[in-house]
């Protein structure tokens, strides 16, 4: 058995936030692959049934994500799960919106659903699906970004994301990681490895419109300054000139 957890807090105000697109995808890998409706066990909302001829719980925990391990550790230890049979969807804010990566084991990145996971399991050994919301620009922004709804120009990447993901999770049951983050990212229009800086950089691809998520401004042309003359003697002035 395979358990795919996706992350996020309970109760019809947190529904919409960014911090829940863990729980987006799940429903919708839930909807496309015909599962049963949720029922409530482990301290969450469950759902079971067979992805590519694997068996696959779907758990979205009900804890509130602070308290996210708890839910996952007790359905680990129910089923006598190994951490490789583990995969957690989570939102990411190091990667641009639309972006997805799958790593197994690493470091919570302040993600205190994935802390909890760590501290609840004992180990880091479990696969991560990191489903980018972009950053916002400053930590002081974070708490309200993450818990702030997805705007409605957002739904314009958003629902194409979790649709591919969902199509698409026949690759990650399997476990080819590499073909389910390229079959997700052509789907989506992106590219498999993004040239650029790591997270939600300017190299990345944005989605339209404003929405929430701060956008990098475009280069200004570059612009020949005068070497002689009245302008070029107030230019010095200011900035001063090379020696």
């Not at 015909?34 to 009900?62: D, H, R, T, W, Y």
């Not at 997805?150 to 476990?175: C, H, Q």
């Not at 800086?197 to 944005?206: E, F, L, R």
Request: glycine share 14%; aromatic share 6%; net charge positive.
């Amino acid at each position: 058995m395979l358990l795919i957890a996706g992350l996020g807090n309970p109760g019809q105000k947190y529904a919409g936030n960014r911090h829940n697109i863990g729980f987006m995808a799940v429903d919708e890998i839930a909807r496309q692959a015909n599962f049963p409706g949720f029922s409530k066990k482990f301290s969450a909302e469950i759902s079971e049934g067979v992805i590519g001829g694997v068996k696959v719980l779907l758990l979205k925990p009900q804890t509130f994500m602070n308290d996210s391990g708890r839910s996952v550790g007790e359905a680990v230890r129910f089923y006598k799960l190994d951490s490789k049979d583990v995969v957690v969807i989570h939102d990411e804010l190091d990667l641009a919106p639309a972006r997805m990566r799958v790593k197994t084991g690493g470091g919570h990145g302040g993600h205190n659903g994935l802390k909890s996971i760590d501290a609840h399991l004992g180990t880091k050994d479990y696969r991560r699906v990191r489903l980018g919301i972009g950053h916002p620009g400053s930590k002081e922004a974070v708490t309200p970004h993450v818990l702030g709804d997805f705007a409605k120009v957002d739904r314009e990447w958003l629902e194409p994301f979790l649709d591919a993901i969902a199509r698409n999770v026949d690759s990650l049951v399997k476990g080819e990681d590499a073909l389910f983050m390229n079959r997700v990212s052509l789907a989506t229009g992106g590219r498999e490895e993004p040239a650029g800086a790591k997270g939600s950089g300017a190299s990345k691809p944005s989605p339209k419109g404003q929405s929430h998520i701060r956008q990098a401004r475009s280069p200004k042309p570059s612009v020949k300054l005068p070497e002689k003359g009245p302008m070029a003697d107030m230019l010095k002035r200011m900035f001063g000139g090379k020696d």
